[in-house]
T-cell receptor, first 112, second 114 residues
Framework: DGGITQSPKYLFRKEGQNVTLSCEQN?????MYWYRQDPGQGLRLIYY???????QKGDIAEGYSVSREKKESFPLTVTSAQKNPTAFYLC???????????FGPGTRLTVL | GQQLNQSPQSMFIQEGEDVSMNCTSS?????WLWYKQDPGEGPVLLIA?????ELTSNGRLTAQFGITRKDSFLNISASIPSDVGIYFC??????????????FGKGTKLSVKP
């Protein structure tokens, strides 16, 4: 069953803790992305990766970090430097950065 | 950065009605995409348009890639209750930058008329 998986669906953390969100795809896509969505808002790009061992900052990269050690995996770490981390986080992938993106089911992060 | 103006922001539908929404930009795009997002879920790709002037259908949904490459519209015919949700347009550019290659509209929220 091909697709994009994100885990967990819901995540709770205490303020000041780093937290890592998982994103895995078995579509053999080169490009992967992380977006943040706030209530009633559109999608804002955090980081994207065109290929393994490469990634670029998006519009709102501050307070976040990523790695791309494997083609199928693109984990996002929300650090304590992110001032307002509570949000819905979406991972996506595409064949290349010039192709349509497909999204995972999302992770809702709540920082208490 | 580049922007997409999506309208309307929200609309109410009655079952059986046709629905129209559109996206415009001052920039040219190579591909137009339409997504639907249900509450608490990730967006699902409905239709992809690759050529200026292209008209594509997916069941009751029809979308067109504007001839100027700066706009696109989505029509839903004979709406049903499960059509409610948020519809996003997105345009693919040929280059990256801090917004990446895919620029999103802010969405059109479809709700059922009370």
């Amino acid at each position: 069953d091909g697709g994009i998986t994100q885990s967990p669906k819901y995540l709770f953390r205490k303020e000041g803790q780093n937290v890592t969100l998982s994103c895995e795809q078995n579509l053999n896509h080169d490009a992967m992305y992380w977006y943040r969505q706030d209530p009633g808002q559109g999608l804002r790009l955090i980081y994207y990766s065109q290929i393994v061992n490469d990634f670029q900052k998006g519009d709102i990269a501050e307070g976040y970090s990523v790695s791309r050690e494997k083609k199928e995996s693109f984990p996002l770490t929300v650090t304590s430097a992110q001032k307002n981390p509570t949000a819905f986080y979406l991972c996506a992938s595409s064949i290349t950065v010039y192709n349509e993106q497909f999204f995972g089911p999302g992770t809702r992060l709540t920082v208490l | 950065g580049q922007q997409l103006n999506q309208s309307p922001q929200s609309m109410f539908i009655q079952e059986g009605e046709d629905v129209s929404m559109n996206c415009t930009s001052s920039s040219i795009f190579n591909t137009w995409l339409w997504y639907k997002q249900d509450p608490g879920e990730g967006p699902v790709l409905l239709i992809a348009l690759y050529k200026a002037g292209e008209l594509t259908s997916n069941g009751r949904l029809t979308a067109q890639f504007g001839i100027t490459r700066k706009d696109s519209f989505l029509n839903i015919s004979a709406s049903i209750p499960s059509d409610v949700g948020i519809y996003f347009c997105a345009g693919l550019t040929g280059y990256g930058g801090s917004q990446g290659n895919l620029i999103f509209g802010k969405g059109t929220k479809l709700s059922v008329k009370p």
